[in-house]
């Protein structure tokens, strides 16, 4: 195994530019130069239109820290999840637990555990979807927003949004499919097709994704080396049609099909070697199934437009797994179901006038969600010495939400190239929650889970201001200033203190920052100050018998740091990229039991994140590509006893390229780095999740 150090990794990343450099300079005196002999060394970056404050935008002009992840930086980087996001976006960390439904996300230091809310909002062209784990496909951009939307995306956005962007049917047929294999047995396959059926009026595009792998964990309980094997089928069928001049519509349905059949992940924190160390007895698996359609109509009026989104979305997710983590039947969790089904309508009336002053929108949002969810938990009490047979606890809930939401947004631009934005909304949220559980045999009941249910209901309501102030100094120089707020929404505890409600969430973003474009327009320069004030914390209290933990708004919290993200192209064929986050993140007050965590730092919330890359691609159809994701320190537990020390991942990928077909070589943790994705303590034992380890792969790809 190699153990290389920050320094090394990034002088590795630097040889390789300079590589890139030495084709690029051997090509250059053929490039440089056009038929008529005049100078083409101007490589003008593209401008970025972005939709995510749910208009068309140049990404440079919007007032806000925002990462823009294009189809080409996709495949160049091998980005094929959300989990890859982090890679090539600062200040964002997901904790990866092997589960398809139970991963979490932070951002700018918030972080929320899955049973609350997600302080990140996963919108997919601009439907919000309640599971975190989206593969990658037929992407045409994803923007990542960070800091607080809650104006324009309301609830479950304290922190950011990320806004997946897939593509749309094609004037013309085309198609393209992909195929790739790697280490641990692992391979996929990917396509789509696209075209008009009825000319300019009707239009179809089909995609779809497969993937499986056998996992890199091995069990030493059955000496299998397959844990954490994964079997991922998605798919999408849009459909578009313009009966008329005005008139637009889309329609879009999707599914995800997600299994982990040997879901063994977790091993002693304290292992040599975590993901080889796996030693439990019972092999669970996980699962989501997921699903929905959508319709989105545009009417063009004279001088606005009116946006319609009707949405059904529906996501099941199941797993069992050993609990106790030893090679001991002691306890196994049998079943926990989830099933969530959401129906949104979004009406947006759009001013249309781009030369008027004065640009606005304002919406209605509606929303009826219900989650099921199911859990049963077996103890083996025979084997724990009681002397008597196991017996399981049953545990059932229902949350309905009927949610409601009016916003607006206007932008003013005055003489001299100040632009002055508002935005205001309100949120209503209709609770009502019901929870069931029964015990299957005495013991349990002796042990304190005796037969129980409850109900109970609520209303959270939230008033989400935005200011911002922006002002082009000059032609690709703006800086701005936003105050912002945003929140999580409220809901009912189902692990203890059962159906007692905890509040909603707040917080206030300020943020100072500029957007630059320097060496005309072939560099852009980003920068963000921020300061974030959380209020009303939700956070895990112990209660007064001392283990059990229940949702309570126990804590305030600050989050502090600076941003900087840097897209270059110096010469041709060559383009760089570079983010680096500092973040401050901590209790300002927190108590829990008799522990007191003022001061220490909030949990899965990296101290820094550096993430360095480049691409090169020559007229011959060679293609390189590097990247490095450097993440600094994050504690595990709110007392800071436990903690992951910073950690580097390098890849790189080299191929070539040609008219109708690609074909590369990529390597993942080319330095076979060790870290953890998790870590959690059961009965005064830390236990852990490795994190992917060195892998390999090859990729063909052909078009029509």
Request: glycine share 10%.
């Amino acid at each position: 195994m190699v153990k290389v150090g920050l320094q090394l990794q990034v002088a590795l990343l630097s040889l390789l530019l300079i590589i890139s450099s030495v084709f690029i300079n051997s090509a250059y005196a053929q490039d440089a130069q056009s038929d008529d002999g005049s100078s083409t060394d101007v490589f003008e970056l593209e401008t970025i239109t972005v939709t995510s404050e749910k208009r068309e935008k140049d990404v440079q002009t919007i007032p806000s820290s925002v990462t823009v992840v294009g189809e080409t930086q996709i495949e160049d980087f091998e980005i094929k999840n959300t989990l890859d996001l982090a890679s090539v976006t600062p200040n964002l960390y997901f904790l990866d637990v092997g589960d398809p439904m139970l991963s979490m996300v932070s951002m700018r230091g918030l972080f929320q555990f899955y049973d609350i809310g997600s302080p990140v909002g996963i919108y997919v062209d601009d439907v919000s979807y309640s599971g975190l784990d989206i593969n990658f496909y037929d992407i045409e951009r994803i923007e990542v927003l960070r800091g607080p939307q809650g104006t324009l995306y309301g609830r479950n956005s304290e922190a950011g949004v990320i806004n997946i962007i897939t593509k749309k049917p094609s004037s013309v047929w085309e198609g393209d499919v992909c195929m790739e294999g790697g280490s641990f047995n692992s391979y996929g396959v990917k396509g789509a097709v696209s075209g008009p059926i009825q000319g300019d009026r009707l239009g179809f595009k089909a995609a779809m994704r497969y993937y499986e792998s056998d996992g890199y964990f091995e069990n030493q309980y059955d000496n299998s080396d397959d844990g954490g094997s994964v079997e991922n089928l998605d798919g999408r069928l849009t459909f578009t049609s313009a009966p008329s001049d005005k008139l637009d519509l889309t329609l879009t349905t999707d599914f995800q099909n997600y299994e982990s059949p040997k879901h063994t992940n977790f091993s002693q924190l304290n292992s040599e070697d975590l993901r080889k160390a796996v030693n439990v007895d019972y092999i669970g698996e996980t699962s989501k199934d997921a699903g929905g359609a959508s319709l989105r109509g545009e009417y063009q009026f004279e001088d606005m437009k009116l946006v319609s989104i009707t949405s059904i979305h529906k996501e099941n997710s199941f797993y069992n797994m050993d609990v106790d983590f030893t090679p001991n039947d002691l306890i196994n969790i049998e079943k926990d179901e989830t099933d969530v089904t959401s129906y949104t309508q979004e009406l947006r009336l759009i001013s249309d006038r781009p030369e008027s002053s004065l640009q606005w929108l304002v919406g209605l949002f509606l929303l009826n969600e219900e989650n099921d969810w199911g859990y049963s938990m077996w103890m083996n009490f025979m084997n724990m010495g009681y002397g008597v047979p196991g017996e399981t606890l049953y545990s059932k809930s229902n949350t309905d939400r009927l949610g409601t939401a009016l916003f607006g947004e206007m932008t003013y631009s005055f003489a001299g190239g100040l632009d002055l934005t508002l935005g205001l909304r309100y949120d209503r949220e209709q609770v009502d929650f019901d929870y069931r559980q029964q015990p299957s045999g005495s013991m349990l009941e002796v042990m304190g889970y005796t037969a129980y249910a409850t109900s109970n209901d609520d209303t959270f309501e939230a008033w989400l201001p935005k200011v911002s102030l922006n002002f082009h100094l000059s032609e690709g120089i703006m800086p701005y200033f936003i105050i912002s707020r945003g929140y999580t929404s409220g809901g009912f505890n189902k692990y203890a203190q059962y159906g007692t409600p905890y509040d909603p969430e707040f917080s206030w973003n300020y943020e100072l920052g500029a957007k630059t474009s320097w060496w005309d327009n072939r560099l852009r320069l980003n920068a963000a100050l921020y300061y974030i004030d959380r209020t009303d914390m939700q956070v895990d209290v112990i209660g007064s018998d001392g283990y059990s933990a229940y949702t309570n708004n126990a804590a305030e919290a600050s989050s502090k740091g600076v941003e900087v993200e840097l897209t270059a192209r110096p010469v041709r064929g060559l383009e760089l990229v570079a983010g680096a986050a500092y973040t401050d993140s901590k209790y300002d007050e927190y108590t829990s039991g008799t522990d007191v965590f003022d001061g220490n730092h909030t949990i899965y919330s990296p101290e820094y994140t550096l993430n360095l890359g480049a691409t090169y691609r020559h007229s011959s159809g060679f293609f390189l590509s590097a990247r490095y994701k450097h993440i600094g320190e994050i504690y595990f537990d709110t007392a800071n006893t436990e903690s992951q020390g910073d950690y580097g991942l390098f890849g790189a990928k080299i191929g070539y390229e040609a008219e109708h077909f690609d074909i590369y070589l990529y390597g993942e943790n080319l330095f076979d780095e060790e870290y953890v994705t998790r870590a959690f303590e059961v009965s005064e034992v830390w236990y852990g999740r490795a994190g992917a380890p060195q892998t390999f792969g090859v990729v063909i790809q052909a078009r029509l």
